[in-house]
């Protein structure tokens, strides 16, 4: 069965610092996503990305993240400058279309360490 | 704004045992339900879902119910399996066509032999 992947499973970093994390999202998938889970905390969204453009983000989401679609398979999450508030567990979703029968399928998630 | 409000966990069951884990919203207009699991190394899997109220959603003998009176969407499941063992996750998607998912805090379910 297909799945999205994510790497890589685990990801230490020096605040400060950029780091990308990847996603390999469904093959057939139009529409690609991002949330995040602080320890103990909600899962909440950051962004969702159709046809190379953000169509919709939340708050979360500032100037420090960016997402890209490099190619035709990955997609991509990219923190500019990394704070301590930004470790969580990131997970990376996608889906055939936008309308609420289409199932977001998840990745296994990305657990970022900002030291 | 939209938010999910789940139990407390961890629950820990006896195998057979009944399983509730309560679930309820705040969102405006009628937003779509969801219940997603996430077993242990792995992703968020859609467990079952419910667009309208009074829908029932169902998948692997778990089944939720829509109650818009009551703004609730409680699993549940009559006998516990070891393998039911996983966090679940309560959700919301507004109506209005918007893709964002809003999340619960999850439930650690622990099935003991």
């Known amino acids: 069965e297909p799945e999205v992947t994510q790497t890589p499973s685990h990801q230490v970093t020096q605040m400060g610092q950029e780091v990308i994390l990847r996603c390999v999202p469904i093959?057939?998938?139009?529409?690609f996503y991002w949330y995040r889970q602080i320890l103990g905390q909600k899962v909440e969204f950051l962004v969702s990305?159709?046809?190379?453009?953000?169509?919709?983000k939340s708050e979360i989401f500032d100037d420090q993240f960016s997402v890209e679609r490099p190619d035709g398979s990955n997609f991509t999450l990219k923190i500019r400058s990394t704070k301590l508030e930004d470790s969580a567990m990131y997970f990376c979703?996608?889906?055939?279309?936008?309308?609420?029968?289409?199932?977001?399928?998840f990745g296994p998630g990305t657990r970022l360490t900002v030291t | 704004g939209n938010s999910v409000t789940q139990m407390e966990g961890p629950v820990t069951l006896s195998e057979e045992a009944f399983l509730t884990i309560n679930c309820t919203y705040t969102?405006?207009?009628?937003?779509?339900l969801f219940w997603y699991v996430q077993y242990p190394g792995e992703g968020l899997q859609l467990l079952l879902k419910?667009?309208?109220?009074?829908d029932k959603g169902s998948n692997k003998g778990f089944e939720a119910t829509y109650r818009k009176e009551t703004t609730s969407f409680h699993l549940e499941k009559g006998s516990v399996q070891v393998s039911d063992s996983a966090v679940y996750f309560c959700?919301?998607?507004?109506?209005?066509?918007?893709?964002?998912?809003?999340f619960g805090t999850g439930t650690k379910l622990q099935v003991i032999p």
């Open positions: 979703a996608s889906s055939e279309s936008a309308g609420v029968s289409y199932e977001q399928y």
């Open positions: 093959s057939n998938h139009l529409y």
């Open positions: 990305f159709y046809n190379n453009e953000i169509s919709e």
């Open positions: 969102a405006t207009g009628y937003p779509s």
């Open positions: 419910a667009t309208k109220a009074d």
């Open positions: 959700a919301l998607r507004p109506s209005g066509g918007y893709q964002k998912v809003t």
